[in-house]
């Protein structure tokens, strides 16, 4: 452990980066587990008495779309709780458990940086020019959570589309409810719930990937690979010239 904390790391490209993606991650995975929408679907009786039957759908999106609405029972109006299907939770979690993992991660690595990296002067030992050097493991861990942050931002973008198509009330209303909204009887009037939330969350999730993609070329300068390409470049063939010497006189 460092006796002073190098705080002026956050000042280099490897820490402003590691705290650019800490902030990304948890913004991300907060407006995913945040989200809170309402569907409502107003209905409007042929005696003038309106209901309004709401839903809340939330993370981790799989309890389903449930709301209380006014069914005719034999000349009767009644309220009863009808049920649709609605289960997005694996692309969900599969999203937010990302978010975390790179969150805990791009904090552990910062750490380290700030109270625990040596000076590269004052420790230059044969294994930070190996292949199991941190600044490597670091880059290849990059490579990795660049790849998932693609792969779980595709899958959350998915699962907030089908939600959007299965939690519509257009979508209800011609389907599971279709029974209960009847021209004359029951009039029936949607009200989606809006996405704005998980639209952002959809945005930093590849917004994530730009900032990974990007901190694999910092990371790369890091490596001891750079670093030999650098030298094996500025170092050519050396030409020695050697001076003529004037031949030796004849005795």
Not at 34 to 47: A, D, E, L, M
Not at 186 to 206: Q, S
Not at 222 to 240: C, F
């Amino acid at each position: 452990m460092r006796q002073n904390p190098n705080y002026d790391v956050v000042k280099e490209p490897r820490g402003f980066i590691k705290c650019l993606e800490i902030f990304l991650a948890i913004f991300a995975f907060a407006c995913a587990t945040g989200y809170r929408g309402h569907p409502k679907i107003v209905q409007t009786t042929n005696t003038q008495d309106t209901h309004i039957a709401e839903a809340t759908i939330q993370y981790p999106f799989d309890q389903g779309i449930t709301m209380n609405v006014i069914v005719l029972n034999n000349g009767t109006f009644d309220t009863v709780d009808i049920s649709s299907e609605l289960d997005e939770r694996s692309k969900m979690e599969f999203f937010v458990v990302i978010g975390v993992f790179c969150f805990l991660y791009s904090l552990g690595m910062l750490v380290y940086y700030i109270f625990f990296e040596e000076d590269s002067a004052t420790n230059a030992t044969p294994i930070t020019s190996s292949m199991f050097s941190l600044p490597t493991i670091d880059l290849g861990f990059g490579a990795f959570w660049t790849l998932f942050w693609f792969f779980s931002a595709c899958a959350f973008a998915a699962g907030v589309n089908n939600l959007k198509d299965s939690a519509s009330t257009e979508t209800l209303i011609g389907g599971s409810f279709k029974e209960f909204c009847k021209k004359g009887i029951i009039n029936c009037e949607g009200h989606d719930a809006k996405y704005a939330t998980l639209t952002v969350a959809i945005l930093l999730g590849f917004l994530n990937v730009f900032v990974w993609a990007g901190n694999i070329w910092f990371l790369w300068k890091e490596t001891s690979w750079h670093n030999n390409s650098g030298l094996s470049a500025n170092s050519g063939p050396s030409t020695v010239q050697q001076q003529s010497q004037p031949p030796a006189a004849a005795i």
